[in-house]
């Protein structure tokens, strides 16, 4: 999902309620909560540390840098059509792991998330796709799509496995995925 013109929204209250420590299946604690508009520089620094392929199944092409603009917009939520819930390095505010919807149609909002390398295969994306999922029901969203590339075969795998698919198309290399959340989802 790469940010689209627009002007930033007005200020919103923070949902503090979406603040959580995590334990992660190899027993590591993250914190998540939802992003803030002074996370812009943090984005642009997880940016530095994915890897080239992790940046690429992210944002369908790699950058020496993520630009300043495109960080301030996706660090610039309003908390209810558009929210990204960010994952914090243990003892530090580091971001390593980032999980967005914003709206596409009437009914339907996209979400994409990055997750650093090292923090891949623990168990955070998951963690992450149910937390994402549940503020967005809260907030009368229940429909979403993903565009990913037809080769990250991870983040394929983890829709398959906890949502219920509606619809797959692939074309071009990239594979359209629209969902719900599944029935009886865990909530951590």
């Known amino acids: 999902m790469r940010p689209s013109a627009g002007t930033p929204t007005d200020p919103a209250v923070y949902p503090a309620e979406l603040e959580r420590t995590l334990a992660l299946k190899d027993g590591a604690r993250v914190r998540i909560r939802p992003i803030r508009r002074d996370d812009a520089g943090r984005l642009i620094d997880l940016y530095a540390r994915l890897g080239r392929t992790t940046a690429y199944q992210?944002?369908?092409?790699?950058?020496?840098?993520?630009?300043?603009?495109?960080?301030?917009?996706?660090?610039?939520?309003?908390?209810?059509?558009?929210?990204?819930?960010v994952a914090e390095e243990p003892g530090s505010d580091a971001l390593i792991a980032v999980a967005r919807y914003m709206p596409c149609e009437d009914d339907v909002a996209e979400v994409a998330f990055v997750v650093q390398d090292g923090w891949?295969?623990?168990?955070?994306?998951?963690?992450?796709?149910?937390?994402?999922?549940?503020?967005?029901?809260?907030?009368?969203?229940?429909?979403?799509?993903?565009?990913?590339?037809a080769d990250n075969?991870?983040?394929?795998?983890?829709?398959?496995?906890?949502?219920?698919?509606e619809t797959r198309r692939h074309e071009a290399g990239v594979v359209e995925v629209t969902f719900r959340a599944k029935t009886g989802a865990p909530r951590r």
């Open 58 to 85: 992210r944002f369908f092409t790699v950058m020496r840098r993520l630009p300043p603009d495109w960080a301030r917009l996706l660090a610039d939520v309003d908390y209810r059509r558009r929210l990204a819930l």
């Open 120 to 149: 891949q295969d623990r168990g955070l994306g998951t963690a992450l796709l149910h937390q994402l999922l549940a503020a967005a029901a809260a907030r009368g969203i229940g429909r979403f799509r993903a565009y990913v590339l």
């Open 153 to 165: 075969r991870r983040m394929l795998d983890m829709l398959s496995r906890f949502t219920d698919i």
